[in-house]
């Protein structure tokens, strides 16, 4: 239901654009939000956003280079990645909650796509 995608091989300082696109239901009154993991590391928070307010958080490794953004139309949810550092090699995965905060926390997200390898080299 949920379907991410965009990740890739980049150099530091590039940008990439993931995309995560919600299918079998609708999640208009969701918050989502993406995550990252590197193996042997745990889940960290990267961003979400409230879908029907579009009011956004982020975690402070990547405030003010990445903008997470949804298209209604689309049902659609993107992270805009910017300023890439070799630290944002990871794993990448988009995730829904039903819940009425905006939640950073990966335990309270109810669904969850397949992840994305972002890698970035110096």
């Known amino acids: 239901q949920l379907q991410a995608s965009g990740g890739g091989l980049v150099q530091a300082g590039d940008s990439l654009r993931l995309s995560c696109a919600a299918s079998?239901?609708?999640?208009?009154?969701?918050?989502m939000g993406w995550f990252r993991q590197v193996p042997g590391k745990e889940r960290q928070f990267v961003a979400a956003?409230?879908?029907?307010?579009?009011?956004?958080v982020y975690a402070d490794s990547v405030k003010g280079r990445f903008t997470i953004s949804r298209d209604n139309a689309k049902n659609t949810v993107y992270l805009q990645m910017n300023s890439l550092k070799p630290e944002d090699t990871a794993v990448y995965y988009c995730?829904?909650?039903?819940?009425?905060?905006?939640?950073?926390?990966?335990?309270?997200?109810?669904?969850w796509g397949q992840g994305t390898l972002v890698t970035v080299s110096s």
């Open positions: 079998g239901r609708t999640f208009s009154n969701y918050n």
């Open positions: 995730a829904a909650s039903t819940s009425t905060l905006l939640v950073v926390v990966g335990n309270q997200y109810d669904y």
């Open positions: 956003i409230r879908w029907t307010t579009g009011r956004t």
